[in-house]
């Protein structure tokens, strides 16, 4: 087996691109147990995801999870399957195609804008491999998590790394680093929010309930805690709110071991027995609506609401394609493009030199 990838095949009259690929976690191809099945393999067997010791999470993992998991997680993804297909998928190729109108329009002729999974389809190396095809010799990694958390931003960047290994000539790889405080991506969860209370009436209470992770990468090191809390602070902020009339938990745990806290499930169970009239929920920490927010939080959360003697349960969607979320992912795209882009006006100077470029190479060809 050979060690590197093989190249594509180079051409003259090929200009220099330059990729954007927008990554997020990933979907099973269909709502199955034998499609999530593989799906769940690849996710559960990343140790970034689970740090148990390799030989110990592998009996467990084989010998347990896939056996009982597939069939009820299928049937959760069947509860919120669109004609399009998993909504993360629809939502992120809807987010690239419209980052992708806005930059080409900008930069015309010097960028290509995709998308991928981190898990499943359409896979990184895949991707990457189509943009260096096109002959995009510089890169930018969009990980679609504003907060970083080594299971997530961290993992996306190790298998970009982990393709690049294999790749004879790498092209430039830049990566948008997280945003959780970032002025234009708070106004846009503000206004998500405000648009919502427009249509539906405001709540008595705000819940900002992010993704979990396992209370020991904190201790280790991880920042996620931290900026899930100061995204949940800066959101407050900009609706006005006092600490009495928001709270920020974690949803999402999974296994027996101590995750951050507070629990969203809990706090929604303790907000119910309060019989408070709406209840308003948004998850800041997803970009895009998914199976931990239109399943667990959407359907799961009203449940659980409702039955413990809350009256309207009001759940807030994510950013999705939102106007001014998608003016500010475009924003920071552009912001790493910085001095590896040409404006406009230099097109024609650029083709002259392409041009120029290639009638050399013709002729060093005719005197071989």
């Known amino acids: 087996m050979a060690r590197y990838l093989a190249e594509p095949p180079f051409a003259h009259q090929n200009p220099a691109k330059i990729g954007v690929l927008l990554v997020n976690l990933g979907t099973p191809e269909a709502p199955t147990a034998q499609a999530v ?3 769940l393999r690849q996710f559960l067997s990343d140790p970034r995801v689970v740090e148990i010791p390799r030989p110990i ?3 467990i993992l084989n010998g347990i999870i896939l056996t009982v998991r597939p069939k009820k997680s299928a049937e959760k993804y069947a509860s919120i399957w669109t004609k399009e297909g998993s909504p993360l998928k629809v939502w992120t190729e809807k987010q690239a195609k419209l980052v992708k109108g806005i930059l080409g329009e900008a930069y015309p002729s010097q960028l290509l804008v995709d998308y991928a999974m981190r898990y499943g389809n359409p896979s990184i190396a895949s991707k990457i491999a189509q943009l ?9 990694i969009v990980p679609l998590y504003p907060q970083y958390a080594a299971s997530t931003t961290g993992s996306v960047n190790d298998e970009v790394y982990r393709v690049l290994q294999k790749t004879r000539f790498q092209p430039a790889i830049r990566t948008v680093a997280p945003y959780f405080d970032n002025p234009v991506y708070i106004a846009a969860l503000a206004q998500q929010v405000r648009s919502n209370w ?4 405001r709540g008595e209470h705000l819940l900002m309930s992010f993704h979990g ?3 020991y990468t904190l201790d280790k090191g991880d920042p996620y805690h931290c900026h899930a809390l100061k995204t949940g602070r800066l959101l407050a902020e900009a609706l006005q709110l006092t600490p009495e009339q928001y709270t920020i938990a974690f949803q999402s745990r999974f296994g027996k071991a101590e995750w951050l806290k507070p629990y969203t499930s809990q706090i929604i169970a303790q907000l119910g027995k309060k019989q408070i009239a709406q209840l308003d929920v948004i998850c800041p920490g997803f970009v895009a609506d998914c199976l931990e927010t239109l399943e667990e939080i959407a359907i799961e959360g009203k449940h659980d609401f409702t039955q413990a003697g809350g009256k309207k349960y009001n759940f807030i969607p994510c950013l999705n394609d939102h106007p001014q979320w998608i003016s500010a992912l475009t924003g920071l795209i552009e912001a790493e493009l910085t001095g590896w882009l040409t404006n406009g006006k230099a097109d024609k100077r650029n083709n002259t030199e392409l041009n120029q470029t290639l009638n050399q190479a013709k002729a060093l060809e005719a005197t071989k």
């Open 37 to 39: 099945r593989p799906y």
């Open 57 to 59: 999470w592998w009996l």
């Open 132 to 140: 260096k095809a096109a002959n995009c010799q510089k890169i930018i």
């Open 198 to 201: 427009q249509i539906n009436g």
């Open 213 to 215: 992770v396992p209370r």
